[in-house]
C-alpha cells in the first residue's frame, strides 16, 4: 500500500486534499466540543469492557459502506459504476433472517434460536450477492453493457427479490451469534470495526499482492494498450463486479445484525450513492485509472464524519444532507481538474526551481 | 459544366432505411411491446375494466409527474449526461409550496416562482459544474440531489399538507368526458373518466420537448453534442451554452413534476418521491433513449412512461400478486429494452460494413 | 437561392479558361519544436487559388503538424501564415474555419445521428416563424450535393452512408460556408475505386470555381492524377514543392524516403546459421479487402525488414501475426506448431512479441510507472495469481534500464511524463522482457533522435546474436538495408517482392516501391 502512495504524485495530490479535509472537519468537532476526539473503555450492564467514544463510533457506523466502497472502487478504476449494491444489501438481510427468525408458529416466545443451520444464514446471503455480481459482471464484461443500466436492472428487480424471499414480512431473530455481528465486541473493539479491517486487508491483498490491482489499473488507463499486452478485460472486469457482490453482501449481514430484522424497503438505501461519492472523494477518477483503497476509506469516515458532527451538535438529522452535500460539492471543485491545474499552476510558479511540475 | 457522375438512392431503399434505422426501430419497439402488454392486460382483465376509459386515462395522470420529468430527462440524456436531482428538485418543490402557502401563507403563486427559481438556479449551476469544471454529471447531479433532499430536511422534517384554495382548485379541475347517451343527451361516460390538470401539463410538455427538439436550433444542437461532442465543437456549435441550458431546462421540467406531484397528493414531504429519479430514467430507456446521447424521441418517451405504467397496473388488476413483482418484472422489461438496443447497434454496424 | 452556389469569381478566368493562380496562402519560415523533438523547421508552404497542392511526407515528416498550425490546433513557435496577403494566427479549429480555412478530417468530424442536410447546415438553419425551415434545408442540401454528383436521400441519418458520402456531405458544408482553402486530410484511405473517381471530379470542380486545395494523402497514384502541385516533407523539414508534371515517381519517391545524409553507423548484420531452422512459418495469410495473401518465413536469428510505403499493409500483416486481427485465410506456425491466436495473450504466450506503432494508443499505459509498464506482458502471460516479486520487477525494470538507456529519474515515475524516444524504449524494453522467439517491432524508430535510433537498431541485432528472430518495419529504406538480412517490399497491401538484404541498394527498393512505369494512373 505504500508504493500506492508514494508512486502516484496525482493521486497523492486528491488523497491529501481529502486527509486534510477528515483532519479539518474532526478539528471542527474538537474546537465545538473538547470531548468529541475523547476516546475510553467503559463496561457495560452485562460485563464486557468496549471502546466508546466519537471517532469510534464514526469508523463503526461507517462500517457498511466502507466494506461495500472497496470493491466500487476497483469497479470505478475500471471505469464503470455499480448502482445494484443497496438492494444487494437489502437480499442479504432478508435471506439471512429468512433463516433465523423467530418463527411464532414453532415458539411461543423469542429467543436464541435459529430456524436453519447457522453457517447457512451466513453462507447462503453471501453465495446469492455474489452470484448477483456474477450478473453484473457478465452484463458488463461480456455483453459490453453499460454499466449504469446494466446495474440498475438489479437495483430495481433486487428489493423486489427481497420481498420475495420474506413474503414481504419483516423477521426479527433474538439469535446471539448473529446479533454479535452487529452488536458485540471483541478485546473491546466492536465486530463491524473488526470485520471492516479484515476486509480492507483481504482486499488490499488480493490486489497489491497479486497483480490484480496493476490490471485493473492498466485496464481502466488504457484498454487498448492493456489488450495488445496481453490482459483480458473482460476476466478483470468480471472480478470486480463479483467481489462488490460478495461485500455488499457482507454489508448487508451487519446491518441487518444491527437492526436484528430485516429491513427489505430501507436497507442498503442510499448506499451506492455513499459508497461512489466515497470513492470519489477519496481520489480515485470516476473515468478510471489508478486507485486509492486508503482514499476510498478516508472518503467513507469523511462521510460519516460530516453526519456524526451534525447530528452531535444537535443540529437536526434533516440537516445532515444538506451539510454534506456542501462539502462533497466544496471537495469536488477542490479536485476537479481546473482548479487544481490552477493550485498546481501557482506553486511551481512560487517553487523557482525549473522541472517536473509537482504534485 | 464538367461531368458530374450521378449516384441514386432508390425509394426502395430509403423505405427500407425508414424501417431498419436504429433509432426509428427502438421507438417502435417500445410502442410495440406497449400495445402488446395492453392488448395482454385487455384480454386478461377487460371485464374488470382494464380497457375502460378511465384507466387510460389514470395512466396519464397518475404518472403525469414522471412524464413531465421525463421531458426534461430526455434532453439531458440525448446529450450524454444524465441527471440525479430530479426527484430531489421536484419533492422540494412541493416543500416549499407546501410551506409557503401553509406556515408562510405566501399565495400559492409566490411559492411556485421560488421554487422555479430554485429548481432552473440549481439546474443551470449543475451544467456550468459538468461543463467548465469538467465534473462527471452522475457525480454533479448526485451532489445537487443530495443539497436539494437536505434543503427539504431543513424547511420541515414532517410532511405538511396544503389547503389553499387555489391549489385545491388546481387539482379538482377536471373535463369530464361525454358522450351522448341514447336519448341524445350528453352524459357523463360509465366508469368515470375525466381529463384532469396533470394530464393537460403532461400532453403539453410532451409537445413542448418535442417542437424543441426538432424545430429549434437549441434542440438540433443538443442532438449534435449527443452524437459526438467533439465534432460539434469544430462545426462551431454552442456547446458550452447549450449544455448548461439544458440542465437548466431539466431543472424547470423537476419542479413542474414537484408541482404536478403536489397536485397529486396535495402535501410536501421531505421523504416523498424516493428513488422516482431512476423510476425517470429507466422510462427514458425504455422509450428508446440511448444512454450514450444523441438518439431519443419525445414520442418515444412518452410510450415509454405508459409501457412503464401498464405492468403495476396488470398487477394491480390481478390482485393476488404482492405488488413488488412489479419491481422485477419493469427490471427484466428495463434488461430487455438493453439488450434490444445493444443487439440494434451491433447489426446496424454490421450492416455499415457490408456496404 | 442557390447564393452558396455560385461561382466565386467570376472575373477569374483568363481567355484559356483556368483560373489565375493568385497565392491565397504563403506559409513562410514555420517552426514547431514539441518536448523531445523538432517537429517542423523553417517549413515553408504556398498555395495559389484554383489549385491543387498535394503536401506529402511519411507519419513523423511533419505534415500533420503544419495542418494542425494552419488550423489553428498548434500555435506555432516562430514564422508567419498569410492568408490572401495579410497576415493571420488563428487559434482555433472554428477560428480558422471563420476565416475561411475548412478541414475535411479521416474521420469525418460531422455528427452522425444528424441527417446529412442537418450536417450540411446545423448551426446556421434558416428558420421560418420561428421555427427550423426544414424544407428549405433539405432542398438546399440536395442541391449541394447534386452539384457534387450525389442524388441522395439526405433526410437520412449521416451514419448510413458510407465514408465516401459523408465526406462529400463535410465538403458540401464547407463550400456552403464560402471556404476558400480546403483541407482533404486523407480522404482516400477508406473509398473505392469508383468514390476516389467521384471525389476527385469534385475536387477539379471546387478548384475552378476559384478553392485552393490541400490534399494529404500517402498514395502516390493519386498525387499524379489529381494534383497540379506538390510539397514533400521529411523529418520535419521541408525537401521541395515541385510542379506535379516536372517530377517522375521514382523522384518523388526518393525525395520522401530517400537517405539522410547525416548519419553514420557502425553496424554489424546478423549472421543466422546456416543450418537454422525456420522460426515462423506464415503461408498466404489474408483478410479479404485488407491485405492479400502472403506467405514468408523467418529463420533463427534473421532480422527480416520490411519496407513499403505507409498503407502498403505492412502493419496489417504484422497485426494478423499476433492475433491483434484474425486471419481469415492461411496458417501461421511457430517452430513448426500450427498456432490458433484469438488475442495477444496467445501470441505472447507462443513467444511471438510485438511492438505497435502508435506508441500513444497501444503502447503507454500513461498513469502507471516505468516499472510496470515493462513488466506488463511479463505478468499478463503469468496470469494475476502468480505477480513477479517485488524483487524481481525491479530488477528486470533496472536492467533494461540501462540495456536501453532510458532516461528517467527512477523506474517509478509516471510513463506518460517520458519524452517520446523513451516512452518507445519502455515499450520495446515491455517485450524484450518477455523473451521472445520473434519479435515484431513496427516503426520503432520513428519519432525519436539519431542516437537513440542507432540504439535500437544494435539491440535488435544484438537480440538476432541470441539465436531470435526480427521482423524490423520501418519506411527509412537505409534502416532496413543496414540491418536487414532479408528484406520483404510491400506495395498496395500485398507483397511485392523479397530481396536479399546484402545484395541491394536503396535505389532498387525505391524503385520497386514506385513500381516505375508498369501501373496505370487511377483516372
Same mark, same amino acid.
Given at each position: 500500500m505504500r508504493k500506492t502512495m508514494l508512486s502516484s504524485a496525482f493521486i497523492r495530490s486528491k488523497l491529501f486534499w481529502a486527509i486534510v479535509a477528515e483532519l479539518l472537519i474532526l478539528l471542527v468537532g474538537f474546537i465545538l466540543r473538547?470531548?468529541?476526539l475523547s476516546i475510553q473503555l467503559r463496561t457495560l450492564s452485562d460485563g464486557t469492557t468496549v471502546l466508546f467514544g466519537t471517532p469510534v463510533d464514526i469508523f463503526n457506523r461507517a462500517s457498511e459502506i466502507t466494506i461495500i466502497a472497496m470493491g466500487m472502487t476497483l469497479v470505478i478504476a475500471l471505469g464503470g459504476t455499480d448502482i445494484s449494491v443497496g438492494a444487494l444489501v437489502a437480499v442479504s438481510g432478508a435471506i439471512a433472517l429468512k433463516f433465523l427468525r423467530w418463527d411464532v408458529l414453532v415458539y411461543t416466545t423469542p429467543g436464541d434460536?435459529?430456524?436453519?443451520?447457522y453457517y447457512l444464514a451466513l453462507l447462503l446471503p453471501l453465495m446469492t450477492c455474489t452470484l448477483m455480481g456474477l450478473f453484473n459482471g457478465v452484463l458488463i464484461?461480456?455483453?459490453?453493457?453499460?454499466p449504469i443500466i446494466a446495474t440498475l436492472i438489479l437495483m430495481v428487480g433486487g428489493r423486489g427479490i427481497a420481498q420475495i424471499v420474506t413474503n414481504g414480512k419483516q423477521f426479527t431473530t433474538q439469535y446471539t451469534p448473529f446479533k454479535f455481528i452487529g452488536n458485540g465486541s471483541v478485546l473491546g473493539i466492536p465486530v463491524p470495526i473488526l470485520i471492516t479491517l479484515v476486509v480492507i486487508l483481504a482486499v488490499v491483498l488480493f490486489v497489491r499482492r497479486t497483480s490484480f490491482g496493476m490490471f485493473v489499473e492498466s485496464v481502466g488507463i488504457n484498454p487498448n494498450a492493456s489488450r495488445v499486452s496481453g490482459l483480458r478485460s473482460d476476466t478483470i472486469i468480471i472480478i470486480a463486479y463479483v467481489l462488490t457482490g460478495l461485500l455488499s453482501g457482507i454489508s448487508g449481514l451487519i446491518y441487518s445484525s444491527r437492526i436484528s430484522s430485516n429491513d427489505s424497503n430501507n436497507a442498503g438505501l442510499g448506499y451506492e450513492m455513499d459508497a461512489i461519492l466515497a470513492v470519489v472523494i477519496g481520489g480515485t477518477s470516476m473515468t478510471g485509472g489508478k486507485f486509492s483503497l486508503l482514499g476510498t476509506l478516508v472518503g467513507s469516515l469523511i462521510i460519516r464524519t460530516i453526519t456524526t458532527l451534525v447530528l452531535y451538535f444537535g443540529v437536526?438529522?434533516?440537516?445532515i444532507m444538506a451539510f454534506k452535500a456542501l462539502i462533497i460539492a466544496v471537495v469536488i471543485v477542490l479536485q476537479s481538474e481546473p482548479v487544481r491545474n490552477a493550485i498546481a499552476k501557482q506553486r511551481s510558479k512560487r517553487t523557482?526551481?525549473?522541472?517536473e511540475a509537482r504534485a | 459544366m464538367p461531368e458530374i457522375k450521378t449516384m441514386t438512392i432508390t425509394p426502395g431503399r430509403r423505405m427500407r432505411n425508414l424501417l431498419t434505422n436504429p433509432k426509428y426501430l427502438m421507438v417502435y419497439a417500445t410502442i410495440g411491446i406497449f400495445l402488446l402488454i395492453y392488448l395482454f392486460g385487455a384480454l386478461l382483465y377487460g371485464g374488470k375494466g382494464f380497457t375502460s376509459v378511465r384507466t387510460f386515462m389514470l395512466f396519464f395522470s397518475d404518472n403525469a409527474y414522471i412524464g413531465i420529468s421525463a421531458v426534461g430527462m430526455t434532453m439531458v440524456l440525448i446529450t450524454g449526461g444524465i441527471d440525479l436531482s430530479v426527484a430531489a428538485v421536484a419533492s422540494l418543490t412541493g416543500m416549499i409550496v407546501a410551506y409557503g402557502t /401553509?406556515?408562510?401563507?405566501?399565495h400559492p403563486l409566490v411559492c411556485i416562482g421560488a421554487a422555479l427559481l430554485v429548481g432552473v438556479g440549481l439546474g443551470a449551476l449543475m451544467g456550468a459544474c459538468i461543463q467548465y469544471?469538467?465534473?462527471p454529471p452522475f457525480i454533479t447531479t448526485l451532489t445537487g440531489m443530495f443539497f436539494a433532499r437536505g434543503v427539504c430536511s431543513l424547511i420541515s422534517r414532517e410532511s405538511i399538507s396544503i389547503k389553499h384554495s387555489l391549489i385545491d382548485a388546481m387539482a379538482g379541475f377536471k373535463i369530464y368526458l361525454t358522450w351522448p347517451n341514447a336519448q341524445g343527451e350528453w352524459v357523463k361516460i360509465k366508469p368515470v373518466a375525466s381529463i384532469d390538470l396533470n394530464i393537460i401539463a403532461f400532453i403539453l410538455m410532451i409537445v413542448l420537448g418535442a417542437i424543441i427538439l426538432q424545430k429549434t436550433r437549441f434542440g438540433r444542437n443538443v442532438y449534435a453534442i449527443g452524437g459526438n461532442e467533439q465534432s460539434a465543437t469544430l462545426m462551431g456549435l454552442p456547446v458550452a451554452r447549450t449544455k448548461v441550458l439544458v440542465y437548466a431546462f431539466n431543472g424547470l421540467c423537476s419542479v413542474l413534476a414537484g408541482i404536478s406531484y403536489m397536485l397529486y397528493v396535495k402535501s410536501g414531504w421531505?421523504?416523498?418521491?424516493?428513488?422516482a429519479e431512476l423510476d425517470v430514467i429507466s422510462a427514458c430507456v425504455i422509450g428508446g433513449?440511448?444512454?450514450?446521447?444523441g438518439v431519443g424521441y419525445m414520442i418515444g418517451t412518452l410510450f415509454g412512461v405508459l409501457l412503464k405504467a401498464t405492468i403495476p397496473a396488470i398487477i394491480t388488476f390481478n390482485?393476488?400478486?404482492?405488488?413488488?413483482w412489479a419491481k422485477i418484472f419493469t427490471s427484466l422489461l428495463l434488461l430487455l429494452f438493453i439488450i434490444i438496443q445493444r443487439a440494434v447497434i451491433a447489426s446496424s454496424q454490421r450492416v455499415k460494413k457490408k456496404e | 437561392m442557390d447564393e452558396g452556389l455560385t461561382l466565386i469569381h467570376p472575373s477569374q478566368y483568363n481567355r484559356k479558361g483556368d483560373?489565375?493562380?493568385?497565392?491565397?496562402l504563403e506559409m513562410k519560415d514555420i517552426e514547431m519544436t514539441f518536448p523531445g523533438v523538432k517537429?517542423?523547421?523553417r517549413v515553408d508552404f504556398t498555395l495559389r487559388s484554383g489549385q491543387i497542392h498535394a503536401l506529402l511526407g511519411e507519419n513523423g515528416a511533419g505534415k500533420s503538424t503544419l495542418i494542425k498550425v494552419l488550423t489553428g490546433v498548434h500555435r506555432m513557435d516562430a514564422g508567419t501564415i498569410l492568408f490572401e496577403g495579410t497576415p493571420i494566427r488563428p487559434t482555433s479549429p472554428m477560428d480558422a474555419q471563420k476565416q475561411g480555412i475548412s478541414t475535411v478530417y479521416q474521420e469525418v468530424n460531422?455528427?452522425?445521428?444528424? /441527417?446529412v442536410a442537418e450536417n450540411i447546415f446545423i448551426g446556421r438553419q434558416p428558420m421560418r416563424k420561428g421555427q427550423i425551415d426544414w424544407k428549405t434545408i433539405n432542398h438546399r442540401a440536395h442541391e449541394l450535393m447534386l452539384r457534387m454528383g450525389m442524388d441522395i436521400d439526405?433526410?437520412?441519418?449521416?451514419?448510413?452512408?458510407p465514408i465516401a458520402i459523408q465526406q462529400m456531405a463535410s465538403i458540401a458544408r464547407a463550400v456552403d460556408i464560402n471556404a476558400r482553402i480546403l483541407i482533404l486530410d486523407e480522404?482516400?484511405?477508406?473509398?473505392?475505386e469508383n468514390e476516389v473517381r467521384n471525389l476527385f471530379s469534385v475536387m477539379r470542380e471546387l478548384k475552378n470555381q476559384g478553392m485552393g486545395v490541400i490534399f494529404i494523402t500517402h498514395f502516390l497514384d493519386q498525387v499524379y492524377a489529381v494534383a497540379d502541385q506538390l510539397t514533400v516533407l521529411r523529418n520535419g523539414r521541408l525537401i521541395g514543392e515541385y510542379p506535379?508534371?516536372?517530377?517522375s515517381k521514382l523522384e518523388l519517391v526518393t525525395a520522401m524516403?530517400?537517405?539522410?545524409?547525416?548519419e553514420i553507423y557502425n553496424l554489424q548484420k546478423a549472421q543466422p546459421q546456416e543450418d537454422a531452422s525456420i522460426v515462423l512459418d506464415a503461408q498466404n495469410i489474408g483478410i479479404p479487402g485488407k491485405v492479400e495473401d502472403i506467405s514468408l518465413q523467418v529463420k533463427e536469428g534473421e532480422l527480416v525488414g520490411f519496407a513499403g510505403?505507409?498503407?502498403?499493409g505492412r502493419t496489417e500483416t504484422a497485426e494478423m501475426l499476433f492475433g491483434v486481427?484474425?486471419?481469415?485465410r492461411g496458417s501461421i506456425a511457430m517452430h513448426g506448431e500450427v498456432l490458433t491466436l484469438k488475442a495477444p495473450l496467445d501470441a505472447i504466450r507462443k513467444k511471438i512479441a510485438f511492438c505497435p506503432e502508435d506508441r500513444k494508443r497501444d503502447g503507454i499505459?500513461?498513469?502507471?510507472?516505468v516499472r510496470e509498464n515493462i513488466a506488463l506482458a511479463v505478468q499478463a502471460t503469468r496470469g494475476f495469481l502468480h505477480p513477479l516479486p517485488q524483487k524481481e520487477q525491479q530488477e528486470l525494470a533496472d536492467k533494461y534500464i540501462q540495456l536501453l538507456s532510458?532516461?528517467?529519474?527512477?523506474?517509478?515515475?509516471?510513463?506518460?511524463?517520458?519524452s517520446g524516444g523513451n516512452q518507445q524504449k519502455v515499450i520495446l524494453a515491455r517485450w524484450m522482457a518477455t523473451n521472445p522467439d520473434l519479435l515484431i517491432l513496427d516503426?520503432?524508430?520513428?519519432?525519436?533522435?539519431v542516437g537513440a535510433k542507432a540504439e535500437i537498431q544494435r539491440l535488435m541485432l544484438e537480440m538476432c546474436k541470441e539465436d531470435r528472430s526480427v521482423i524490423f518495419i520501418s519506411s527509412e529504406i537505409d534502416e532496413i538495408i543496414r540491418c536487414s538480412n532479408r528484406i520483404i517490399v510491400m506495395r498496395d497491401l500485398a507483397k511485392a517482392a523479397e530481396v536479399d538484404g546484402s545484395a541491394c541498394t536503396q535505389a532498387d527498393i525505391l524503385s520497386i516501391i514506385a513500381n516505375e512505369g508498369t501501373k496505370e494512373e487511377v483516372v
Amino acid at each position: 500500500m505504500r508504493k500506492t502512495m508514494l508512486s502516484s504524485a496525482f493521486i497523492r495530490s486528491k488523497l491529501f486534499w481529502a486527509i486534510v479535509a477528515e483532519l479539518l472537519i474532526l478539528l471542527v468537532g474538537f474546537i465545538l466540543r473538547p470531548d468529541f476526539l475523547s476516546i475510553q473503555l467503559r463496561t457495560l450492564s452485562d460485563g464486557t469492557t468496549v471502546l466508546f467514544g466519537t471517532p469510534v463510533d464514526i469508523f463503526n457506523r461507517a462500517s457498511e459502506i466502507t466494506i461495500i466502497a472497496m470493491g466500487m472502487t476497483l469497479v470505478i478504476a475500471l471505469g464503470g459504476t455499480d448502482i445494484s449494491v443497496g438492494a444487494l444489501v437489502a437480499v442479504s438481510g432478508a435471506i439471512a433472517l429468512k433463516f433465523l427468525r423467530w418463527d411464532v408458529l414453532v415458539y411461543t416466545t423469542p429467543g436464541d434460536y435459529t430456524v436453519k443451520p447457522y453457517y447457512l444464514a451466513l453462507l447462503l446471503p453471501l453465495m446469492t450477492c455474489t452470484l448477483m455480481g456474477l450478473f453484473n459482471g457478465v452484463l458488463i464484461g461480456k455483453l459490453k453493457l453499460q454499466p449504469i443500466i446494466a446495474t440498475l436492472i438489479l437495483m430495481v428487480g433486487g428489493r423486489g427479490i427481497a420481498q420475495i424471499v420474506t413474503n414481504g414480512k419483516q423477521f426479527t431473530t433474538q439469535y446471539t451469534p448473529f446479533k454479535f455481528i452487529g452488536n458485540g465486541s471483541v478485546l473491546g473493539i466492536p465486530v463491524p470495526i473488526l470485520i471492516t479491517l479484515v476486509v480492507i486487508l483481504a482486499v488490499v491483498l488480493f490486489v497489491r499482492r497479486t497483480s490484480f490491482g496493476m490490471f485493473v489499473e492498466s485496464v481502466g488507463i488504457n484498454p487498448n494498450a492493456s489488450r495488445v499486452s496481453g490482459l483480458r478485460s473482460d476476466t478483470i472486469i468480471i472480478i470486480a463486479y463479483v467481489l462488490t457482490g460478495l461485500l455488499s453482501g457482507i454489508s448487508g449481514l451487519i446491518y441487518s445484525s444491527r437492526i436484528s430484522s430485516n429491513d427489505s424497503n430501507n436497507a442498503g438505501l442510499g448506499y451506492e450513492m455513499d459508497a461512489i461519492l466515497a470513492v470519489v472523494i477519496g481520489g480515485t477518477s470516476m473515468t478510471g485509472g489508478k486507485f486509492s483503497l486508503l482514499g476510498t476509506l478516508v472518503g467513507s469516515l469523511i462521510i460519516r464524519t460530516i453526519t456524526t458532527l451534525v447530528l452531535y451538535f444537535g443540529v437536526v438529522s434533516e440537516a445532515i444532507m444538506a451539510f454534506k452535500a456542501l462539502i462533497i460539492a466544496v471537495v469536488i471543485v477542490l479536485q476537479s481538474e481546473p482548479v487544481r491545474n490552477a493550485i498546481a499552476k501557482q506553486r511551481s510558479k512560487r517553487t523557482a526551481l525549473g522541472g517536473e511540475a509537482r504534485a | 459544366m464538367p461531368e458530374i457522375k450521378t449516384m441514386t438512392i432508390t425509394p426502395g431503399r430509403r423505405m427500407r432505411n425508414l424501417l431498419t434505422n436504429p433509432k426509428y426501430l427502438m421507438v417502435y419497439a417500445t410502442i410495440g411491446i406497449f400495445l402488446l402488454i395492453y392488448l395482454f392486460g385487455a384480454l386478461l382483465y377487460g371485464g374488470k375494466g382494464f380497457t375502460s376509459v378511465r384507466t387510460f386515462m389514470l395512466f396519464f395522470s397518475d404518472n403525469a409527474y414522471i412524464g413531465i420529468s421525463a421531458v426534461g430527462m430526455t434532453m439531458v440524456l440525448i446529450t450524454g449526461g444524465i441527471d440525479l436531482s430530479v426527484a430531489a428538485v421536484a419533492s422540494l418543490t412541493g416543500m416549499i409550496v407546501a410551506y409557503g402557502t /401553509t406556515v408562510l401563507n405566501a399565495h400559492p403563486l409566490v411559492c411556485i416562482g421560488a421554487a422555479l427559481l430554485v429548481g432552473v438556479g440549481l439546474g443551470a449551476l449543475m451544467g456550468a459544474c459538468i461543463q467548465y469544471l469538467n465534473v462527471p454529471p452522475f457525480i454533479t447531479t448526485l451532489t445537487g440531489m443530495f443539497f436539494a433532499r437536505g434543503v427539504c430536511s431543513l424547511i420541515s422534517r414532517e410532511s405538511i399538507s396544503i389547503k389553499h384554495s387555489l391549489i385545491d382548485a388546481m387539482a379538482g379541475f377536471k373535463i369530464y368526458l361525454t358522450w351522448p347517451n341514447a336519448q341524445g343527451e350528453w352524459v357523463k361516460i360509465k366508469p368515470v373518466a375525466s381529463i384532469d390538470l396533470n394530464i393537460i401539463a403532461f400532453i403539453l410538455m410532451i409537445v413542448l420537448g418535442a417542437i424543441i427538439l426538432q424545430k429549434t436550433r437549441f434542440g438540433r444542437n443538443v442532438y449534435a453534442i449527443g452524437g459526438n461532442e467533439q465534432s460539434a465543437t469544430l462545426m462551431g456549435l454552442p456547446v458550452a451554452r447549450t449544455k448548461v441550458l439544458v440542465y437548466a431546462f431539466n431543472g424547470l421540467c423537476s419542479v413542474l413534476a414537484g408541482i404536478s406531484y403536489m397536485l397529486y397528493v396535495k402535501s410536501g414531504w421531505n421523504l416523498s418521491l424516493q428513488g422516482a429519479e431512476l423510476d425517470v430514467i429507466s422510462a427514458c430507456v425504455i422509450g428508446g433513449v440511448m444512454l450514450s446521447g444523441g438518439v431519443g424521441y419525445m414520442i418515444g418517451t412518452l410510450f415509454g412512461v405508459l409501457l412503464k405504467a401498464t405492468i403495476p397496473a396488470i398487477i394491480t388488476f390481478n390482485g393476488s400478486m404482492n405488488s413488488w413483482w412489479a419491481k422485477i418484472f419493469t427490471s427484466l422489461l428495463l434488461l430487455l429494452f438493453i439488450i434490444i438496443q445493444r443487439a440494434v447497434i451491433a447489426s446496424s454496424q454490421r450492416v455499415k460494413k457490408k456496404e | 437561392m442557390d447564393e452558396g452556389l455560385t461561382l466565386i469569381h467570376p472575373s477569374q478566368y483568363n481567355r484559356k479558361g483556368d483560373c489565375l493562380q493568385d497565392i491565397i496562402l504563403e506559409m513562410k519560415d514555420i517552426e514547431m519544436t514539441f518536448p523531445g523533438v523538432k517537429a517542423l523547421g523553417r517549413v515553408d508552404f504556398t498555395l495559389r487559388s484554383g489549385q491543387i497542392h498535394a503536401l506529402l511526407g511519411e507519419n513523423g515528416a511533419g505534415k500533420s503538424t503544419l495542418i494542425k498550425v494552419l488550423t489553428g490546433v498548434h500555435r506555432m513557435d516562430a514564422g508567419t501564415i498569410l492568408f490572401e496577403g495579410t497576415p493571420i494566427r488563428p487559434t482555433s479549429p472554428m477560428d480558422a474555419q471563420k476565416q475561411g480555412i475548412s478541414t475535411v478530417y479521416q474521420e469525418v468530424n460531422l455528427c452522425p445521428n444528424l /441527417t446529412v442536410a442537418e450536417n450540411i447546415f446545423i448551426g446556421r438553419q434558416p428558420m421560418r416563424k420561428g421555427q427550423i425551415d426544414w424544407k428549405t434545408i433539405n432542398h438546399r442540401a440536395h442541391e449541394l450535393m447534386l452539384r457534387m454528383g450525389m442524388d441522395i436521400d439526405v433526410t437520412l441519418p449521416l451514419a448510413i452512408y458510407p465514408i465516401a458520402i459523408q465526406q462529400m456531405a463535410s465538403i458540401a458544408r464547407a463550400v456552403d460556408i464560402n471556404a476558400r482553402i480546403l483541407i482533404l486530410d486523407e480522404p482516400t484511405s477508406s473509398l473505392d475505386e469508383n468514390e476516389v473517381r467521384n471525389l476527385f471530379s469534385v475536387m477539379r470542380e471546387l478548384k475552378n470555381q476559384g478553392m485552393g486545395v490541400i490534399f494529404i494523402t500517402h498514395f502516390l497514384d493519386q498525387v499524379y492524377a489529381v494534383a497540379d502541385q506538390l510539397t514533400v516533407l521529411r523529418n520535419g523539414r521541408l525537401i521541395g514543392e515541385y510542379p506535379v508534371r516536372e517530377i517522375s515517381k521514382l523522384e518523388l519517391v526518393t525525395a520522401m524516403i530517400g537517405k539522410d545524409i547525416n548519419e553514420i553507423y557502425n553496424l554489424q548484420k546478423a549472421q543466422p546459421q546456416e543450418d537454422a531452422s525456420i522460426v515462423l512459418d506464415a503461408q498466404n495469410i489474408g483478410i479479404p479487402g485488407k491485405v492479400e495473401d502472403i506467405s514468408l518465413q523467418v529463420k533463427e536469428g534473421e532480422l527480416v525488414g520490411f519496407a513499403g510505403l505507409l498503407g502498403s499493409g505492412r502493419t496489417e500483416t504484422a497485426e494478423m501475426l499476433f492475433g491483434v486481427t484474425h486471419a481469415i485465410r492461411g496458417s501461421i506456425a511457430m517452430h513448426g506448431e500450427v498456432l490458433t491466436l484469438k488475442a495477444p495473450l496467445d501470441a505472447i504466450r507462443k513467444k511471438i512479441a510485438f511492438c505497435p506503432e502508435d506508441r500513444k494508443r497501444d503502447g503507454i499505459v500513461a498513469d502507471l510507472s516505468v516499472r510496470e509498464n515493462i513488466a506488463l506482458a511479463v505478468q499478463a502471460t503469468r496470469g494475476f495469481l502468480h505477480p513477479l516479486p517485488q524483487k524481481e520487477q525491479q530488477e528486470l525494470a533496472d536492467k533494461y534500464i540501462q540495456l536501453l538507456s532510458i532516461m528517467t529519474p527512477d523506474a517509478d515515475k509516471k510513463v506518460g511524463e517520458l519524452s517520446g524516444g523513451n516512452q518507445q524504449k519502455v515499450i520495446l524494453a515491455r517485450w524484450m522482457a518477455t523473451n521472445p522467439d520473434l519479435l515484431i517491432l513496427d516503426e520503432p524508430t520513428r519519432g525519436i533522435d539519431v542516437g537513440a535510433k542507432a540504439e535500437i537498431q544494435r539491440l535488435m541485432l544484438e537480440m538476432c546474436k541470441e539465436d531470435r528472430s526480427v521482423i524490423f518495419i520501418s519506411s527509412e529504406i537505409d534502416e532496413i538495408i543496414r540491418c536487414s538480412n532479408r528484406i520483404i517490399v510491400m506495395r498496395d497491401l500485398a507483397k511485392a517482392a523479397e530481396v536479399d538484404g546484402s545484395a541491394c541498394t536503396q535505389a532498387d527498393i525505391l524503385s520497386i516501391i514506385a513500381n516505375e512505369g508498369t501501373k496505370e494512373e487511377v483516372v
